[in-house]
């Protein structure tokens, strides 16, 4: 079964600073993998996607992320933190060659960033 | 161009008390889906919709939760009767039907307390 590991409950950083957020997966095939973010009592909000290409994605706010098959991870970076950039961010992966509930989208458990200033 | 609409936002209900959430979503996004958000978790699904058609539920509750999507458009999701464990955020998401590579659109979330 597909399933999706965010190994940090809490990333705290400083404004200004490089910041990664972890990611792993575990899927029989080639994944598809998404990062999302959550700001206090707002839904959750698309930041970028691998589905194939190039191991490195850019997103939205400045945000890529790499993907590396043979460390099954897919890593959220940033190369310079903002305060604004605190929330909560979801990583999550869908096996796109199952149907039914085996194609659904997995999400991690969530990863609370912090950027002080 | 609006986004996923929920309403209502938050609602606060004592036990075994039915309660309704409803969704829009964003317009021509063929494909809907409801989530349960506990506290310190990540999304799980409930109900995937492809237009009218219900094409997995394999994860809802049936013997407390129901869902329609009369239309193909607007959603609800309802739970009778609600126990103090429902007590989570509803998401609601939808997204174009071109794959498994589509983002998917979140809603704010209904926040259900129940007492």
């Known amino acids: 079964a597909q399933s999706v590991a965010q190994p940090e409950d809490q990333v705290n950083v400083a404004e200004g600073n490089p910041l990664t957020v972890k990611c792993t997966y575990s899927?029989?095939?080639?994944?598809?993998l998404f990062w999302y973010v959550q700001y206090p009592n707002r839904g959750l909000q698309f930041l970028l996607k691998?589905?194939?290409?190039?191991?490195l994605v850019k997103g939205s706010y400045g945000f890529e992320a790499e993907f590396n098959k043979s460390q099954t991870s897919f890593h959220l970076k940033k190369p310079s933190a903002l305060v604004s950039d605190s929330a909560l961010y979801f990583c999550?992966?869908?096996?796109?060659?199952?149907?039914?509930?085996?194609?659904?989208?997995?999400f991690g458990k969530g990863t609370k960033l912090s950027v002080k200033p | 161009e609006a986004g996923v609409v929920q309403s209502p936002r938050y609602k606060i209900i004592e036990k075994k008390q039915p309660v309704a959430f409803w969704c829009n979503p964003i317009?021509?996004?063929?494909?809907l889906y409801w989530y349960l958000q506990n506290l310190g978790q990540g999304p799980e699904l409930l109900i995937r919709?492809?237009?009218?058609?219900?094409?997995?539920d394999s994860q809802l509750p049936k013997d407390r939760f129901s869902a329609e999507r009369l239309k193909g458009v607007d959603s609800t999701l309802k739970i009778q009767p609600a126990e103090l464990g429902d007590s989570a955020v509803y998401l609601c998401?939808?997204?174009?039907?071109?794959?498994?590579?589509?983002?998917?659109?979140f809603g704010p979330g209904t926040r259900l307390t129940v007492l």
């Open positions: 998401a939808s997204s174009l039907d071109r794959g498994p590579g589509d983002e998917q659109f």
């Open positions: 999550a992966v869908r096996d796109p060659f199952r149907g039914g509930s085996q194609g659904n989208l997995i």
């Open positions: 691998y589905i194939t290409g190039d191991n």
């Open positions: 919709y492809e237009n009218e058609e219900a094409v997995d």
């Open positions: 317009s021509g996004h063929n494909t």
């Open positions: 899927v029989s095939g080639n994944p598809y």
